[in-house]
């Protein structure tokens, strides 16, 4: 992922569905980023640090909910890619007379802003009380729904207010239809729509239309970028098509397998790291860039060690 950011942010590489793709790779790099501590957990050594146990279990449902918002902005951005495609292949000429608006740092903001909204519930979800066992040295926490109608004791009512729960218990549909079934299969259509343009547009070309080498060469550009975008859009509605199912099946139903669970997290971190390996095998240019920018780092360590001797 930072290897494509890299590439992605160089000055010759800048254009609008570049740069939404950089802030896709930046949201993948957060993503697993949050990812660590949960696979840390399952190590024996990590699950016996005292003070591993209390930061992870103090925090875990903040950094779920941090997954989620990272993951509901990877979703939008490709819907936003996807989009941005179409629009360049079908209309390419109104495609460049944008309102201010339409700017990518403005579409980037608003999904940022409006996921984290949408996924912030995530926070408060569930009330997680910690007791420390086994002399002082054994943290556990029991994590209980805000919604529940059973609160810790067992004749204790759910102290939380009616409107407080009521969002807790709707927000997650609603996270499921907004953030996670509307845009993936909005960029299934668009990324439909896509290919048959880019059909249309290749049967259109036939050897009697009379063409400057310059317009030739971009259409021949647009086309490897879109199918590009396309590879890309596939692999992540593939990779991220079972873990959308899942979370608005838990939408409807709290208690999800563990095992559905860990095969969905599994494709999910699989797609992204496949984003790289679509980035190098279907463009040239990215991976001439890459090997150059490979270079230009070698050559940097290797004066820095010549110098240090």
């Keep these: 992922m930072s290897s494509n950011l890299s590439v992605l942010l160089d000055g010759n590489m800048r254009t609008r569905s570049n740069t939404l793709l950089a802030n896709l790779a930046v949201t993948d790099i957060f993503f697993l980023l949050f990812m660590i501590p949960h696979c840390m957990a399952h190590y024996r050594w990590f699950d016996h ?21 990272a993951s509901a902005c990877a979703i939008w951005l490709v819907l936003a890619v996807s989009l941005e ?3 360049v292949i ?37 009330f997680c009380p910690t007791k420390i066992f086994c002399n002082g040295t054994q943290p556990h926490a029991i994590c209980i ?14 102290p939380n207010p009616l409107w407080f729960r009521a969002i807790i218990r709707w927000s997650p549909v609603l996270n499921a239809v907004v953030v996670v079934f509307i845009p993936i299969l909005l960029v299934c259509i668009s990324n439909l729509f896509l290919i048959l343009t880019i059909k249309k547009r290749i049967l259109r070309q ?101 110098r240090s001797e």
């Design 90 to 126: 079908k209309w390419p000429f109104t495609s460049r007379k944008r309102p201010v608006f339409m700017k990518p740092g403005l579409i980037v903001l608003l999904i940022f802003v409006l996921t984290g909204l949408l996924t912030f519930y995530n926070h408060f979800a569930y």
């Design 85 to 87: 495609r179409l629009v």
């Design 206 to 306: 036939t050897p009697l239309l009379k063409e400057t080498s310059e317009q030739a060469s971009q259409q021949k550009t647009e086309q490897r970028v879109a199918r590009t975008v396309i590879l890309i859009v596939t692999s992540f509605t593939i990779t991220q098509g079972p873990s959308a199912v899942l979370n608005v099946a838990a939408a409807f139903k709290p208690y999800v397998p563990m095992v559905p669970m860990t095969l969905t997290t599994f494709f999910v971190i699989l797609g992204k790291a496949l984003t790289f390996v679509l980035f190098c095998t279907s463009s040239a240019s990215f991976r001439q860039r890459l090997l150059h920018k490979t270079k230009l780092i070698r050559r940097q360590t290797a004066r820095k060690d010549q």
């Design 49 to 69: 640090s005292y003070y591993f146990r209390l930061l992870y279990i103090s925090n875990k449902m903040h950094l779920i909910a941090m997954l989620n918002w």
């Design 145 to 158: 729904h805000s919604d529940s109608e059973q609160w810790i004791r067992p004749n204790q009512s759910n």
